[in-house]
């Protein structure tokens, strides 16, 4: 479709901050529609430069301008992603600003809607990627709403830091996000509500790595200490084997260590000390998985630490076609051998989990009424006691 420009207008001063203070910026604009017989659609164009500087920034008018060192940033959202634009060198050219218009244009002409963002220029930032798909969206996961507008955005040596928030739609309260972004984009920070949240995956939406594992959800982990918070990521494996079969696992990250646990998405997950033990039950037996006991930095670098934990697995479980290797089994028909109260072979679901400070305790549902078998696994696997609770028991707990 042919597109109709209006004049640039006439220069005016637009204020952004930088990590000297406000600085003044020249901004021109520009109206183009593209015409249509039953569709027209007009964009708001923007040219931006800084008085004494070859830098140039050029595209549709973003909700805010920062100066990130050399750098114009234009930044706006739509729905979780954050989109950075940065200006571009003329290099002290005498037509310099020329060549970077006409650069764009080319781009616009062609799509406005899909070859911008195909340019290195502009980066996009996936908010669920930072701060995960429920605190973002809340309940309202499926609405095609903007959920997210740009409140601030300042920079200092340091990078530049982008303050959002939440619409109040449905559950969703409405949340306070900040997050702050390095010269190259990478999240040096973020917080939510002014409580710090620790990045485990890389934000950049057009990052290729690891696009299988989901964007990080809020859970809570039993422990010791009570309930504490982590971040779950799963994915979902396709066997080499051509049966159709899945293997499904999950990753768990706690917020307040930074100690990772992968394993079956199946296992109930608890954390004692240092350890963090999953459990989950198949054909008779309790399978313990302990995770690769590793731990992420909190601050800088967590992301890459995260992932890369998440690359040493993925290549380890797909060399063994995908099978799960328990680091522990426990027969229960051995460890209840002798009560009468059961069969010698029965059926059980895990009820509850909880950890207290000599293991995992997990209560049993079984064939039997009213019978709950008990068993407490300590950090080292070993079993470490085993009971078993009537209803009325479990009850009074």
């Not at 597109?3 to 600085?23: H, I, R």
């Not at 070859?54 to 979780?80: C, F, H, N």
């Not at 911008?116 to 996009?124: F, G, S």
Request: hydrophobic residues 40%; proline residues 5%; negative net charge.
């Amino acid at each position: 479709m042919p597109f109709l420009f209006e004049d640039w207008s006439e220069p005016a001063a637009v204020v952004a901050k930088s990590s000297t203070g406000d600085v003044s910026l020249t901004r021109r604009t520009c109206r183009a529609t593209r015409q249509h017989p039953v569709h027209p659609e007009t964009f708001c164009l923007d040219l931006v430069s800084r008085p004494g500087s070859d830098e140039v920034w050029i595209g549709e008018t973003p909700e805010r301008y920062v100066v990130a060192g050399p750098k114009i940033w234009g930044l706006s959202r739509s729905m979780q992603l954050l989109r950075v634009r940065e200006s571009e060198h003329t290099g002290g050219a005498v037509d310099g600003e020329r060549v970077v218009i006409a650069k764009f244009l080319e781009k616009f002409l062609n799509d406005p809607r899909t070859e911008l963002w195909r340019d290195p220029c502009p980066k996009t930032i996936n908010l669920c990627r930072v701060f995960g798909w429920d605190a973002v969206f809340g309940a309202n996961a499926y609405l095609p709403v903007e959920l997210v507008e740009i409140i601030d955005a300042e920079a200092d040596e340091t990078g530049v830091t982008v303050s959002l928030k939440s619409t109040k739609t449905g559950q969703n309260t409405g949340q306070d996000f900040s997050i702050t972004l390095s010269s190259d984009l990478d999240v040096l920070s973020a917080s939510m509500d002014g409580k710090r949240v620790l990045v485990v995956r890389n934000a950049l939406e057009r990052s290729g790595a690891l696009q299988e594992w989901s964007d990080p959800a809020r859970t809570v982990v039993p422990s010791t200490q009570g309930k504490i918070a982590a971040l779950l990521c799963d994915r979902v494996y396709a066997r080499a084997d051509g049966s159709g079969e899945q293997a499904r696992a999950k990753a768990l990250v706690l917020q307040s260590t930074g100690d990772v646990w992968i394993g079956p998405s199946d296992c109930r997950v608890a954390a004692v000390g240092e350890r963090i033990l999953g459990v989950t039950g198949r054909d008779g037996d309790l399978l313990l998985f302990a995770g690769p006991r590793t731990r992420i930095p909190l601050s800088q670098g967590s992301s890459q630490a995260f992932e890369a934990e998440l690359v040493k697995f993925d290549n380890v479980f797909e060399a063994n076609q995908c099978a799960w290797s328990p680091d522990a089994k426990k027969n229960l028909v051995e460890l209840f051998q002798g009560d009468a109260r059961f069969a010698s072979a029965f059926e059980f679901g895990l009820r509850t989990v909880a950890a207290r400070e000599d293991g995992v305790v997990l209560t049993l549902n079984s064939g039997t009424p009213g019978m709950h078998p008990e068993i407490v696994v300590g950090p080292n696997l070993d079993i470490v006691s085993v009971r078993v609770l009537t209803s009325a028991e479990l009850r009074s707990r």
